[in-house]
């Protein structure tokens, strides 16, 4: 789906890929889907249908093996796209890597500000679980974010879900303390966005002010609303956001053609 034409004198450009899963091998899979390739071709897709962007939010799972020369491909396939990206750890990653890295890189942020926005990036990884949490290290960066946003808009980013999304398998893996998350936001006016990736599916819901959004994968895609793990046949995609000086915002997502990169028909589990 192409974004639609405005001016750019009045919005930024930010554009969200998630859990992309690469690994070391480049040979490696997941679940039958060779992750690098479909990354590269979304990005092909990017740059096929946006002409200008100014910022790149990667929402975490950077890595299935949390790997250096995982995130190393990552940050090479990155110096494709004409803007700077930020990153955040998923459950599958090393969040330590990825600040040692992101720290040498400008990868890693607490916060960037664009525009009339403040983008906050907070890191709910738990090493060796599924789940997420922000400890009060986290929940600290929010409060201090939050503290010196003056009169901008705000978008939160992480990679677990802080709401339900009606899928059985999936909901118990979320943000485990998500009322500390959504207690501070809803209090506050000047956020208008939660942002998130984990579920590997479109998610667009509003919670009072607040505009929840989730994407599709680079790579493979899950079954909305189902109780058990389930893959879909939907394409990999990415989303696209326009957020606009007077905080509102317009945003879709964009995949490509259906019947690329299908994930193995009897997956049961990664």
Do not use: K
């Amino acid at each position: 789906m192409l974004s639609p034409v405005t001016t750019r004198a009045d919005h930024v450009c930010v554009l969200q890929l998630t859990d992309s899963h690469l690994y070391a091998d480049p040979g490696a899979d997941l679940l039958g889907l060779d992750t690098h390739e479909s990354l590269q071709a979304v990005i092909d897709l990017v740059l096929d249908e946006q002409p200008t962007m100014d910022l790149v939010l990667a929402t975490g799972d950077i890595a299935q093996d949390g790997s250096e020369a995982a995130y190393q491909r990552f940050m090479n396939a990155m110096q494709r796209l004409p803007a700077p990206c930020h990153w955040i750890a998923g459950n599958h990653d090393n969040a330590e890597l990825m600040q040692q890295l992101g720290a040498e890189s400008g990868l890693s942020r607490e916060w960037v500000d664009l525009g009339r926005w403040r983008i906050v990036l907070l890191n709910s990884n738990i090493p060796g679980a599924v789940a997420g949490h922000l400890g009060a290290t986290e929940l600290a960066v929010l409060d201090r974010a939050l503290e010196g946003a003056g009169e901008r808009f705000v978008m939160v980013c992480l990679h677990h879900h802080p709401v339900p999304i009606g899928c059985g398998w999936m909901d118990p893996l979320g943000l485990l303390n998500a009322p500390d998350l959504l207690g501070r936001l809803e209090a506050d006016q000047r956020v208008r966005l939660v942002l998130w990736g984990h579920i590997h599916q479109h998610f667009d819901q509003q919670r009072a002010g607040l505009r929840l959004l989730a994407s599709p994968s680079t790579c493979v895609q899950f079954a909305a609303h189902s109780e058990n793990f389930a893959t879909d046949e939907r394409a990999p995609g990415y989303r696209w956001l326009r957020l606009f000086d007077d905080g509102h915002v317009e945003t879709a997502v964009s995949r490509l053609a259906e019947g690329r990169f299908l994930p193995d028909p009897g997956a049961t589990g990664y």
